[in-house]
């Protein structure tokens, strides 16, 4: 390796750029639209997976209070039977 105070080592470089008139993703062609589309439906699963979670936890929750709640009754009934 050369002791050259100047040597980069290629950090910082852009290797065999693209001229711009190759560069430019015009919008609306075929690929871009897929790509929309795509996007979309990958939203729509999260926020169907999403609203599925929220609405097993919220049943979870409900059985859970059901539960707790019948406890409750019945230590109250053995109470009020003693």
Avoid: Y
Avoid at 2 to 17: A, F, K, L, R, Y
Avoid at 36 to 51: K, N, V
Avoid at 54 to 82: G, M, P, R
């Amino acid at each position: 390796m050369s002791g050259n105070s100047n040597d980069t080592s290629g950090q910082g470089m852009i290797v065999n750029p693209k001229p711009k008139a190759d560069n430019q993703d015009w919008d609306g062609d075929d690929a871009d639209r897929a790509d929309r589309l795509r996007f979309e439906e990958e939203q729509a699963m999260i926020r169907e997976q999403s609203e599925a979670r929220a609405a097993a936890k919220a049943l979870a929750e409900h059985k859970l209070a059901e539960h707790k709640l019948a406890e409750d009754t019945a230590k109250e009934a053995a109470k009020n039977a003693k």
